[in-house]
């Protein structure tokens, strides 16, 4: 994935991140995208566990390249 994709990704997740970030002291974040699922049901499972990869990758500095 390009610089560019990753950040459009990013800020069309922002308000994803704003809540993982949240929710990340008070609970083990591989059962985020559950938890996002049940806040959002508009999203799809797997819509779910991308948004958290890719926060979680925002977090490491990881990506794709």
Known sequence: MT???TNNKEN?????????????????M???PSKL?????NISR?????ITSA???SKT????E
Request: without cysteine.
């Open 12 to 28: 069309e997740y922002q308000p994803y991140f704003d809540l993982l970030d949240t929710m990340q002291d008070g609970m083990n």
């Open 55 to 57: 926060w979680m990758k």
């Open 61 to 64: 500095g990881a990506n794709d």
């Open 30 to 32: 591989y059962g985020a």
């Open 37 to 41: 699922k049940q806040i959002f049901p």
């Open 46 to 50: 797997r819509e779910a566990v991308d």
């Open 3 to 5: 610089q560019t994709n």
